[in-house]
Structures are given as C-alpha cells and as structure tokens.
C-alpha cells in the first residue's frame, strides 16, 4: 500500500456534528468523513484491493467505498487527524492476507485410538459366540 498515494485519493467532507456543544455545535462543522474508493484506488494493488475486500466487506458501500467518520472533538482539524488514523490502521488491517484453508482431517492418534477400541470390541464380541465343549 502506497499511504501517500492513499492519501491524495481520499474524498472529505465535513458537516455539523451532532450532539451536545451548544451554540458551538450549531455554527461549526467539525464532524468528517474520510471516503476512499476502493476500487478505483491506484496506491492499492490488486490483491490489496481484494483483501479488503475480503477482511472489511461489510464497511464497504454499494461501490466499493470505505468510509470514516470522526466528530469526537470539538476541532476539525482534530477529528480530521484521528479520522485519517483511523482510514490507516482500517487499510492496514484489511490489506493483511487472508487465513489460509485447512483441509479437515483426524488425528493420528484419534485414528489409532478409535482402531484399538473398535479391535478390542470386536475380541468381546467373537467371545459370545456358541460354547463348544
């Protein structure tokens, strides 16, 4: 991942946060969203690209866009900072490979263990057969 590249393809938008702060809250917009098109990315590649799609699916929208938001300070120079962290530790978890498929398989040892047994039972049960004096 090209972070610098990244950087440059991300949309902001800003807006008036909700919640309390008063007059502040009314007149300033300080809640933003980070919005990366994934799909069109060119600091991704393409198996980055299908990583995160992999690992963060259900984040993306309708269009392969990742988005962030942040309205937890009353700056938006502030939010816009912890929101490009947050786009960056999000990338740089989803781009990490998938886990790899493990074909479903017994253990050795159950498997000598449930061969034992299954001999053992069967010596009980060639002893029940008719007595022969």
Known sequence: ???E?????????TSRSS???GQHVNKTESRVELVLDVA????LSRRERDNIRFHLGNRLD??????????????QHTNRKRALSAMR???ERGIRNPPKKRTAG????NSRKRLEKKKRRG???SGRGRVRW
Do not use: C, H
């Not at 017994?106 to 040892?109: E, I, M, S, V």
């Open 1 to 3: 991942m090209n972070w």
């Open 5 to 13: 590249i990244v950087e440059r393809e991300l949309e902001l938008r």
């Open 19 to 21: 919640g309390a702060g």
């Open 40 to 43: 069109a990315s060119q600091g």
């Open 62 to 75: 309708g269009q392969d866009r990742l988005s962030v938001t942040d309205q937890s300070d009353r700056s």
């Open 89 to 91: 530790q999000l990338l």
């Open 106 to 109: 017994a253990f050795k040892a």
């Open 123 to 125: 010596e009980v049960k």
